[in-house]
């Protein structure tokens, strides 16, 4: 089912109306889908990613299928729907800031605790890709704005105008009121966060967005931000996050997840304690959305939200699985 599909359908989803989707691996055509209570993989490699971006999984899954590293498979994962012009949420056709400029956030983070990120930045649609030349070819951690879109077109990346006719035409239609009002769960903030395991047992973790829909112009969330959008140890596990993301960078929430798992706690538990934390600084106020999915060493997931309609998918050996998330509200 397509994310924009299954948003539309997320309450009753949530609802339990519509049954998880599972995918034989392998088996693109044959899609069948069958009733599962399962929520949790315990079979490594696997990959899980935020939301339900099946084209996005398969494609890591192919990598990792293939033999390849859980960097591969998280950068190339990603890049699927940063290239998808139907996504306004990520990469080229993502909705714009109040000025009518599209500007990505994404960051990457290896085994070795290598990470890399760009903020804010214009003209290109892969902002995973330069994320990963900054880590790999620069001794620093984060490229911002002109500098990063500079650092691209020396690395090879070729300038594209990331507005599209569709976004443009929902910035000026909403310029009419300039109301900021961020949706819940209406793509305002649906960020691809992917994590994978490998078969050596390795984790990585990509995470990319266009941030918040005609947000104030430089502002940034969570999604660049090492610790906030994106955490990976590989002793214990990798968490990513998708929501709003001022909420998840006070907490420090992917982090938070990881450290909590490093504690003992399984994937769940640690997105929902993760989940919490955010809750407890927000008494009264729950009127937007956070998610966060969770990856330990053993390849068990888990995943927690606060508003109903939050998905994440999964692929490992056994099969290609949407699971609806718990949350914190019920539908
Ligand atoms: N989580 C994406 C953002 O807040 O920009």
């Not at 009419?176 to 903030?189: G, L």
């Not at 109903?308 to 539908?331: C, E, L, M, Q, V």
Request: charged residues 25%; aromatic residues 6%; hydrophobic residues 35%.
């Amino acid at each position: 089912m397509k994310r924009r599909n299954f948003l539309k359908n997320s309450s009753a989803a949530a609802a339990g109306l519509i049954s998880t989707s599972v995918i034989a691996a392998g088996d693109k055509k044959n899609r069948s889908e069958i009733d599962t209570a399962k929520t949790t993989q315990t079979t490594t490699p696997i990959v899980i990613a935020t939301w339900d971006v099946s084209n996005a999984t398969a494609k890591a899954w192919e990598v990792l299928r293939k033999g390849g590293v859980a960097l591969d498979a998280v950068e190339q994962g990603v890049m699927v729907e940063e290239a998808d012009v139907e996504n306004q949420t990520v990469g080229k056709g993502g909705r714009p800031d109040r000025e009518g400029r599209v500007t990505l956030d994404a960051c990457i983070m290896d085994k070795d605790s290598n990470c890399g990120a760009v903020l804010c930045m214009q003209n290109i649609s892969h902002p995973i890709s330069v994320a990963r030349k900054v880590m790999e070819d620069t001794p620093h951690v984060m490229l911002a704005g002109l500098g990063a879109e500079q650092f691209a077109y020396e690395k090879g990346f070729k300038k594209e105008d990331l507005l599209t006719e569709k976004s443009k035409k929902e910035w000026l239609e909403w310029k009419k009121t300039s109301k900021y009002q961020p949706v819940i769960n209406i793509e305002n903030h649906d960020t691809i966060g992917m994590l994978a395991i490998d078969k050596n047992g390795d984790i990585a973790g990509a995470c990319t967005t266009s941030g918040m829909a005609y947000k104030i112009s430089g502002r940034v969330g969570d999604s660049p931000i090492i610790g906030a959008g994106l955490f990976i140890d590989n002793q214990v596990g990798g968490a990513t996050a998708t929501g709003v993301g001022e909420e998840v960078v006070r907490t420090v929430g992917s982090f938070l997840i990881v450290e909590l798992m490093r504690q003992g706690k399984t994937p769940q538990q640690a997105c929902e304690e993760g989940v919490n934390r955010i809750i407890e600084k927000n008494r009264g106020k729950l009127n937007f959305q956070i998610g966060f999915i969770a990856v330990n060493k053993k390849g068990e997931t888990g995943g927690y939200c606060i508003q109903p309609g939050f998905s994440y998918r999964t692929y490992n050996k056994d099969g290609h699985i949407n699971t609806p998330s718990k949350s914190h509200i019920k539908a």
